[in-house]
């Protein structure tokens, strides 16, 4: 079982910046892939940005440019700083875990952008 705790969403208003931050209680080094991903109100669940225990990144073409993820694995930590905000980015964010087979899933947080 690997629990994943986020924070750092919030109201902001449109071209201003948030950094969300997801820990997980399992060792970093376990983890293969650590993503965000968004669900917007009426809409499907969509991958922001992903970054795999070698570093490398992949983001959905909306947020490039704008968006950038990080891991340290010291800290058992993610990040998404996103810069540049728009209000189509308001969305619940998730955290996720791809841990020896299994996918795990934080609870959310919300990220409101004002226009």
């Known amino acids: 079982q690997v629990q994943l705790v986020e924070s750092g969403g919030g109201l902001v208003q449109a071209g201003g910046s948030l950094r969300l931050s997801c820990t997980s209680s399992?060792?970093?080094?376990?983890?293969?892939?650590m993503a965000w991903y968004r669900q917007a109100p009426g809409k499907q669940r969509e991958l922001v940005a992903a970054?795999?225990?070698?570093?490398?990144?992949n983001y959905v073409d909306s947020v490039k440019g704008r968006f950038t993820i990080s891991r340290d694995n010291v800290k058992n930590t993610v990040y998404l700083q996103m810069n540049s905000l728009k209000p189509g980015d308001t969305a619940v964010y998730y955290c996720?875990?791809?841990?020896?087979?299994?996918?795990?899933w934080g609870q959310g947080t919300q990220v409101t952008v004002s226009s």
């Open positions: 996720s875990a791809a841990h020896r087979g299994y996918a795990y």
């Open positions: 399992a060792s970093m080094f376990s983890i293969n892939v």
């Open positions: 970054v795999s225990i070698y570093g490398s990144q």
